[in-house]
Nanobody
Framework: VQLVESGGGLVQPGGSLRLSCAASGSIFSISDMGWYRQTPGQQRELVSSSTSIGDTNYLDSVMGRFIISRDNAKNAVYLQMNSLKPEDTAVYYC???????????????WGQGTQVTVSS
């Protein structure tokens, strides 16, 4: 299984970016998908997650600015990031709980990370 992210980059404060992540490989079903972020010397933190039926949660500091969405048919998850702030600068990682075969347990998979830099 691979999770491939795209959409990071450099943006000015107040700008927007949209991150995308698609899972591929041997996939029977996916439960939760989400986005984490990490800055140097800090622990990885959950930014937002979505269940397979669309229940979502958000880190308090991004509530009202970020929107997570999924396309279950494409095994994809997106993060629309608006009103970006310098403190949003981090490497963003896609995360998914995937069942690879019908009777297999769910296992956690990570993308390679994409850099988001918010700076003027």
């Amino acid at each position: 299984v691979q999770l491939v992210e795209s959409g990071g980059g450099l943006v000015q404060p107040g700008g927007s970016l949209r991150l995308s992540c698609a899972a591929s490989g041997s996939i029977f079903s996916i439960s939760d998908m989400g986005w984490y972020r990490q800055t140097p010397g800090q622990q990885r933190e959950l930014v937002s997650s979505s269940t397979s039926i669309g229940d979502t949660n958000y880190l308090d500091s991004v509530m009202g600015r970020f929107i997570i969405s999924r396309d279950n048919a494409k095994n994809a998850v997106y993060l629309q990031m608006n009103s970006l702030k310098p403190e949003d600068t981090a490497v963003y990682y896609c995360n998914a709980r995937i069942r690879q075969y019908r009777l297999a347990p769910y296992s956690t998979h990570w993308g390679q990370g994409t850099q988001v830099t918010v700076s003027s």
